[in-house]
């Protein structure tokens, strides 16, 4: 059953109620951190890239389109924050992937209101991260066959107008898709098992990640949207993708 995409926008507030409960907020520091991390490097750099490059090609423009110089500095502007946020979140989600499984399983335990489990030892965490960050680079190369051509779109004429409504459904799947990865992850679901899930419900899922995209472009907040995204996609699976086919 297709469900409404503000359904699944609704699953990222469920994430930040469930991140401020005392049994998930310890889970959340070490994720916290890296995303705070991560984004301080992707502003100061970019902010550096972005200057450097408007002193070079500033004047080089011939003086009949100065006109056009505002409306065309807004949609680059948008399209390599949306380019580099994308790709950042995607790192961010590779460095911290281990600890966020072990809050996807703390959100799940609360709930399933389950007693607690045993406590993961730091030895099994390292022991697991190797085919961690292999589910990870899986989803990274997937992400770069479907990436490419997308982007192409942009330096197509015609085309290139709805180039970036395709990169924005583009990204909201592939953020949606990460996010899951974790819940899913922790029941032994591979990538393509992943999938085959999320396109059961579709449009429940692309709510989910339009609603992530979106946050993550908010200056200051979108420190918070990796475990919040994380909280949250742990709840659309226990409620609502848990139960499909496991077929790949």
Same mark, same amino acid.
């Not at 030895?123 to 990436?147: D, H, N």
């Given at each position: 059953?297709?469900?409404?995409?503000?359904?699944?926008?609704?699953?990222?507030?469920?994430?930040?109620?469930?991140? +401020?409960?005392?049994?998930?907020?310890?889970?959340?520091?070490?994720?916290?951190?890296?995303?705070?991390? *991560?984004?301080?490097? #992707?502003?100061?750099?970019?902010?550096?890239?972005?200057?450097?490059?408007?002193?070079?090609?500033?004047?080089? #423009?011939?003086?009949?389109?100065?006109?056009? /110089?505002?409306?065309?500095?807004?949609?680059?502007?948008?399209?390599?924050?949306?380019?580099?946020?994308?790709?950042?979140?995607? +790192?961010?989600?590779?460095?911290?992937?281990?600890?966020?499984?072990?809050?996807?399983?703390?959100?799940?335990?609360?709930?399933?209101?389950?007693?607690?489990?045993?406590?993961?030892?730091?030895?099994?965490?390292?022991?697991?991260?190797?085919?961690?960050?292999?589910?990870?680079?899986?989803?990274?190369?997937?992400?770069?066959?479907?990436?490419?051509?997308?982007?192409?779109?942009? *330096?197509?004429?015609?085309?290139?107008?709805?180039?970036?409504?395709?990169?924005?459904?583009?990204?909201?799947? @592939?953020?949606?898709?990460?996010?899951?990865?974790?819940? @899913?992850?922790?029941?032994?679901?591979? +990538?393509?098992?992943?999938?085959?899930?999320?396109?059961?419900?579709?449009?429940? /899922?692309?709510?989910?990640?339009?609603?992530?995209?979106?946050?993550? @472009?908010?200056?200051?907040?979108? +420190?918070?949207?990796?475990?919040?995204?994380?909280?949250?996609?742990?709840?659309?699976? *226990?409620?609502?993708?848990?139960?499909?086919?496991?077929?790949?």
């Amino acid at each position: 059953m297709q469900l409404n995409p503000f359904n699944g926008a609704f699953y990222l507030a469920r994430g930040l109620k469930l991140v +401020f409960r005392p049994s998930i907020r310890r889970y959340v520091m070490m994720p916290l951190v890296i995303n705070i991390a *991560v984004f301080a490097l #992707l502003i100061g750099a970019g902010a550096a890239w972005f200057n450097s490059f408007v002193s070079t090609l500033q004047p080089t #423009l011939p003086g009949w389109l100065d006109w056009l /110089v505002w409306p065309i500095w807004v949609v680059f502007i948008l399209a390599i924050l949306l380019v580099l946020f994308f790709t950042f979140s995607l +790192f961010a989600n590779l460095v911290a992937a281990p600890f966020n499984g072990l809050l996807a399983e703390a959100v799940e335990r609360q709930l399933r209101g389950e007693d607690p489990l045993p406590e993961t030892s730091l030895w099994q965490l390292l022991r697991e991260t190797p085919a961690i960050l292999y589910s990870q680079l899986l989803k990274m190369g997937y992400t770069v066959l479907w990436a490419i051509p997308l982007l192409i779109l942009f *330096v197509i004429p015609g085309i290139n107008i709805i180039a970036p409504f395709l990169w924005l459904a583009f990204g909201a799947w @592939m953020l949606a898709l990460e996010y899951l990865d974790y819940p @899913m992850g922790n029941h032994g679901l591979l +990538f393509p098992q992943q999938r085959r899930r999320a396109r059961e419900q579709r449009w429940l /899922v692309l709510g989910f990640g339009a609603a992530t995209t979106w946050v993550t @472009m908010i200056p200051i907040i979108n +420190f918070l949207v990796m475990p919040v995204a994380v909280a949250g996609a742990t709840a659309l699976w *226990v409620e609502r993708l848990e139960t499909g086919s496991t077929e790949i």
